[in-house]
């Protein structure tokens, strides 16, 4: 009789562990690099969008497009809840970087100096990701809507001849109850940047020089230092906006949806990408 007894609140203790098994990271890489699995299904369901994500690589804190062989840069994931249906207060993440269009099972330099509560695990083909190590808080909010969950890290780029790269990213805003599965939120985003010649010095002058305001934006939005076009992307690539701008122009923001939104600047020849949210 005794032993029934003690069976019960173990066997209570172990459905709870099971429950949040994942708190601590998955264990296998879910960014969906070298043509492997994509994201947390396996306990949270579907990709959601009411998380908006976004895959960054930045040069002293402009996004860029292209990377110079041996030069180190900041690898960014964003995610963003844009829904209050749901209070999102924590989160996990994964970001990976391979060779090639993304189904490489080669590395893509290496990431180091990443953020608190992130670590480096191997997945399939050896392919190095970063992993949260603990639920991780939110980085700006509380998790209602316009909650942000960030993570990074210094990427120090290839050497020569590798070519373009694919990084990928995946973030999982939980609602902190303890149980997988409805009412957490996930979504994975990648980017590509392509390579420098190794004679092409990096510029970030004319990046400098361009400013967008007010970020986050509420209805409109202004671009300045551009004499070229601004296209305007949603999450999933789709063109909402084209203005020619000389020098300074207003975007109207007000009829999108809430999220993250990329700006691709074609300005005096150089392609700058830059990235604004709406709320």
Not at 16 to 37: E, I, K, M, P
Not at 132 to 137: G, P, Q, T, V
Not at 151 to 159: D, F, K, R
Not at 242 to 256: F, L, P, Q
Request: hydrophobic share 35%.
């Amino acid at each position: 009789m005794k032993k029934r007894f003690l069976l019960l609140p173990l066997l209570g203790l172990g459905l709870f562990f099971s429950l949040s098994s994942y708190v601590n990271g998955y264990g296998s890489n879910r960014t969906g690099s070298h043509g492997g699995a994509v994201g947390c299904g396996s306990c949270h369901g579907s990709a959601n969008s009411s998380v908006g994500i976004s895959v960054e690589l930045d040069s002293a804190g402009t996004p860029v497009t292209s990377y110079k062989p041996g030069m180190t840069y900041t690898l960014k994931v964003t995610g963003i809840n844009n829904t209050s249906a749901t209070n999102l207060a924590g989160f996990g993440g994964q970001m990976s970087i391979v060779a090639g269009s993304g189904t490489s099972s080669t590395n893509a330099g290496t990431l180091s100096a990443y953020s608190t509560g992130m670590g480096p695990n191997t997945g399939s083909g050896s392919i190095v990701y970063l992993e949260h190590m603990n639920r991780i808080s939110a980085t700006t909010g509380t998790g209602g809507a316009g909650t942000t969950y960030v993570i990074s890290a210094t990427w120090t780029a290839p050497t020569a001849g590798t070519g373009t790269v694919k990084a990928f990213g995946l973030i999982n805003a939980v609602n902190c109850n303890n149980n997988d599965g409805s009412g957490d939120y996930w979504n994975s985003g990648s980017a590509s940047f392509t390579e420098l010649p190794s004679n092409v010095g990096v510029n970030n002058v004319a990046a400098a020089t361009i400013t967008v305001y007010p970020n986050p934006v509420s209805n409109v939005f202004t671009v300045s230092g551009v004499n070229g076009t601004v296209n305007v992307f949603d999450v999933n690539g789709k063109i909402i906006s084209t203005v020619s701008v000389n020098n300074t122009a207003t975007i109207d923001a007000s009829a999108w949806a809430n999220g993250v939104y990329f700006l691709s600047i074609s300005n005096d020849g150089q392609v700058i990408s830059k990235t604004i949210v709406k709320q």
